[in-house]
């Protein structure tokens, strides 16, 4: 027992002293105050909405997503890639940043006059509805903020300012959720949609500011030419990028749809619902990989390395995994009694379905992550569209079984073979 004790102890001292355990440690006050303010903002949107407008607002969250990534080209995980790689190069880091900002604008605003010109067009397919076209049309109009947003965040990222990152999430949080929870108290519905699709623009003021003295921020670094070989670089993210935000939203819209049309909108609702928990819980993991994982495996350049540290992230990550989603099941009346209204409680059957296709997810991730930091474009495309596709399929096989709850099934299956397929991908590194 003294032995086992012993080498539980050497285990955690270990894992302290790992860099992506530092970042978690830095990241946590930012993570915490995304929390509480996603359990605020959660709350008060569905205690004012219900379970009908968190569906709707389901909907237009999905599309939203693919929006804003072909809005800023699908370029963020390239930037940050390629800044971690060269940040010591500032010709080189010039050269990307003017080529990215160019994408990004080019992107933007084909996307944005797109939003603009069809926004009644847009309220039918993706609301199904005439009433909802304002919305698309305030997207259009805002949607450059976010694109530089994000452009400034990821250059963040990419130069390991945590600090800045840390203190530019924390400052966007609590004015997103003044922002979101002004508008829903004042409009509904209505405010609920047009925080959906603005908030995060409104974030890049925040952005600008706390970056103002940063030397990348510079005109200088923005005014270089077009570069072909380095537009060749970011069209590969783009593409990798694109297709994730395109095919895994389609997939959800399509599910839900299904459940609306051929179950009830309220049952959409508690699967949305459900989706919004593991998002929030879930962020506490995945913002550290975008902070640390990504740039560190963009910087590793030999396999044995890249194989200790990917077997160092699992050692630290799957422990922490486990612990929260045994906490989150075991207090699953409490989180559904804080978090939503009465009208949510059916959703309990949800949850250990989806927590367990949680785990299987961040495993899966801490592997396909590669992907993105070693630009294998092909195999990331493939596996995004197969596994998107597959789960539509199993959502539609599982729900013809068990009705909602099938979905939450057909999550931790799909992810299940996606970790299987993710193993078989990268055995090479992992093994040998």
Known sequence: MHGLIHSFVSLFRRAAKADIVKVFSLNAISTLVRMLTGLVSVKIVA??????????????????????????????????KYVAEYKEDEPEVK???????????????????????LHNQLSRLVMLSDEYGYVFLIFGFTIFLYTLNTLLISILNGYKEFKKYVIVNIAGTIVGLFFTVGLVLSFGLKGALISAVTYQSVVFFITLWICRKAPWLSVSYYKGKLDRKI????????????????????SQMLLRGYVISNISITEAGWWEAMNRISGMYLMVITSSFSIYYLPRLSEIKETAELRHEI??????????????????????????????????????????????????????????????????????????????ASFVVLGFFFMNLNGV????????????????????LFRRVLFI
Not at 50 to 72: D, E, K, R, T
Not at 231 to 241: G, H, I, V
């Open 311 to 388: 077997f160092k992230c699992y050692k630290v990550i799957v422990p922490m995994l486990l612990l929260g989603l045994t906490a989150i099941y075991l207090l699953r009346n409490v989180v559904i009694t804080i978090l939503f209204s009465p009208d949510f409680y059916p959703m309990e059957n949800l949850f250990i379905w989806q927590l367990l296709g949680d785990f299987f997810k961040i495993c899966s991730w801490l592997l396909a992550f590669l992907m993105i930091a070693k630009s294998m474009t092909k195999s990331h495309i493939v596996t995004e569209v197969l596994f998107s």
């Open 95 to 117: 050269k990307l940043l003017s080529n990215a900002l160019r994408i990004t604008l080019f992107f933007t605003l084909i996307v944005g006059l797109g939003l603009i010109v």
């Open 47 to 80: 205690s004012v909405i219900g379970p009908g407008g968190v569906a709707l607002l389901g909907q237009l969250n999905n599309f939203s997503s693919i929006l804003l990534g072909m809005a800023n080209g699908g370029i963020n995980s390239g930037i940050t």
């Open 405 to 424: 709850v099938g979905l939450t099934q057909a999550y931790l299956v799909n992810y299940v073979l996606y970790l299987i397929c993710m193993f078989l």
């Open 231 to 250: 537009l060749r670089r970011f069209l590969s993210y783009s593409a990798m990028t694109l297709v994730s935000l395109s095919v895994v939203p389609v």
